[in-house]
């Protein structure tokens, strides 16, 4: 009996034990926090269950189906684009850019209700069933996207909005410059050697641009970051060196004339480095300041970190009053046998673009809709002027 009583008091103990321990192991898991507006937003259609709904389950298809049809354009770019309510809708923009380029998206939206709409970016990966990169997003109720893309290649832009809201808005995609220019009161054209360009009789390249102007002229830091040597060396003579962490960049300065920063102090874009010269293996050469960005393990054209490219968009000129609505056009439209129903999208420069009804997507000259648009809308060229819901037609 005593025995029995032993061994039932160490089950009992045994139990406790592996209690505890399970307890001890025992984990509680964190609340899922989105970290993109989209990804939000996809998220509260769960939590309400609204994503097993037909307009949820569209909306999310959407946003995977645009993707593998985009709209191709070419920088800059600007649109007038119609988003219905009634329906689940996206759109994505593919475009290249140039590693240093600044990627800016901006949206207007014009509609008496407020509107939220995703903004998210993409990398293209460039191969076959690979999935593009989330490279950024607009944050929650921004209209605004800015980007420095780290390397060449193709950029996917998705726009989406919420659903049951709609209306017009007009769309920039620019590429612009990501610094500011490093010599102080010139540009573009004071650039007069290129990265790349033979050196020592081709034995290397040339691995910066220089940048021409009289000696002494103000050489400025062109962003922000930590000046991590000030020396001197047989090349580049009079040399600056400065790191930005949140880029993990070098930028390299020489030929300088005067170099007039600390190491290891931290400076603002637009600090003065020093100044122009041809110190270094220069002394035989006009002043000029050479300019040089180090990507981590690696070098990059300096070009597009400071050059704006063309940025002035051309406005788009056509009315906006049938956007949204499926037209008849009233001439035949390459491609087709014959004129065939087309959905207009958006307005774009002196063009529509436009959705035929097997989802095929297409640039057309306001021509094909021109008898339509006067037949209707004859009123149009009493609107106000400047604003893309009453854009004049296009004779």
Not at 170 to 199: H, T
Not at 276 to 284: C, D, F
Not at 354 to 382: C, E, H, P, T, Y
Request: with cysteine; charged share 25%; aromatic share 10%.
């Amino acid at each position: 009996m005593f025995q029995l009583i032993r061994f039932i008091s160490f089950l009992s103990i045994i139990s406790l034990i592996l209690l505890c321990s399970s307890c001890k192991d025992e984990k509680v898991p964190k609340k899922y926090w989105p970290r993109y507006a989209h990804e939000a937003y996809y998220y509260k259609l769960i939590e309400t269950g609204l994503n097993t709904t037909a307009l949820g389950r569209d909306w999310v298809m959407m946003a995977d189906s645009v993707m593998k049809m985009p709209v191709k354009i070419e920088l800059p770019y600007e649109e007038v684009l119609f988003i219905d309510p009634t329906e689940a809708f996206a759109e994505a923009y593919l475009f290249e850019a140039q590693q240093g380029q600044e990627i800016e998206v901006k949206i207007e939206y014009e509609g008496p209700d407020s509107i939220e709409i995703f903004i998210d970016l993409f990398r293209s990966q460039n191969e076959i069933g690979v999935t593009p990169l989330k490279v950024a997003s607009a944050g929650k109720d921004d209209r605004r996207l800015e980007f420095m893309a780290r390397k060449k290649a193709f950029y996917l832009l998705r726009l989406q909005p919420e659903l049951l809201r709609g209306g017009k808005c007009r769309v920039v995609i620019r590429s612009l410059a990501s610094m500011e220019f490093p010599v102080e009161g010139y540009g573009k054209n004071a650039i007069q050697s290129f990265f790349g360009d033979p050196r020592d009789g081709g034995k290397r390249e040339h691995h910066g641009v220089d940048i021409f102007a009289p000696r002494h002229t103000a050489v400025i830091a062109p962003i922000d970051g930590t000046v991590s040597s000030v020396g001197e060396n047989r090349l580049g003579g009079h040399v600056v060196w400065m790191y930005n962490a949140k880029l993990r960049m070098h930028i390299y300065f020489a030929h300088l004339e005067t170099q007039d920063v600390e190491e290891r102090k931290t400076i603002k874009a637009g600090t003065k480095i020093g100044t122009v010269g041809n110190s270094g293996n220069a002394r035989t050469t006009s002043p000029h300041l050479h300019f040089g960005i180090y990507p981590t393990g690696g070098v990059a054209d300096p070009y597009y970190f400071l050059v704006n490219t063309d940025t002035t968009t051309t406005k788009p000129v056509n009315s906006t009053k049938l956007l949204g609505n499926w037209v008849q056009p009233t001439i035949q439209i390459e491609e087709e046998n014959s004129p065939v129903p087309v959905k207009l999208l958006a307005t774009v420069g002196d063009k529509y673009r436009v959705m035929f009804m097997n989802g095929r997507k297409d640039m057309i000259s306001a021509q094909a809709f021109s008898v339509i648009l006067k037949s209707q809308f004859a009123d149009l060229r009493k609107d106000i002027p400047g604003s893309f819901q009453d854009s004049s037609i296009s004779e």
